[in-house]
Nanobody, 127 residues
Framework: QVQLVESGGGLVQAGGSLRLSCAAS????????MGWFRQAPGKEREFVAT????????YYAHSVRGRFTISRDNPKNTVYLQMDSLKPEDTAIYYC????????????????????WGQGTQVTVSS
């Protein structure tokens, strides 16, 4: 079992920045790719970004590419999402998720593939 706790959400003006953190605990010795997803009011949850278990590769949704950066600090069991040039349409609850992998370099963008989820953190971008 892995427990995930997000933090860092809040209210920011358009064009501003926020840094989300996701702290993992439990069975963190296994290999997990990590992902960030978001869900806006009245919409389905959507993929935002993912990073390989090794930190050796990242993949982003087209809507955030060039503005968001995912990273991880494995000794600290923490994943980050640096969000710059925020737009009102980025307003959503942001969720951290983990998927167990047996090594490799496969990126997972489908939420159904993820094994563990955090409770979410609210990000609100005002215009």
């Amino acid at each position: 079992q892995v427990q995930l706790v997000e933090s860092g959400g809040g209210l920011v003006q358009a064009g501003g920045s926020l840094r989300l953190s996701c702290a993992a605990s439990g069975r963190t010795s296994s290999r997990y790719n990590m992902g960030w997803f978001r869900q806006a009011p009245g919409k389905e949850r959507e993929f935002v970004a993912t990073i390989l278990w090794s930190g050796g590769g990242t993949y982003y949704a087209h809507s955030v590419r060039g503005r968001f950066t995912i990273s991880r600090d494995n000794p600290k069991n923490t994943v980050y999402l640096q969000m710059d040039s925020l737009k009102p349409e980025d307003t959503a609850i942001y969720y951290c998720a983990a998927v167990y992998v047996d090594g490799g370099s496969q990126y997972y963008t489908n939420e159904g593939r993820y094994d563990y989820w955090g409770q979410g953190t609210q990000v609100t971008v005002s215009s």
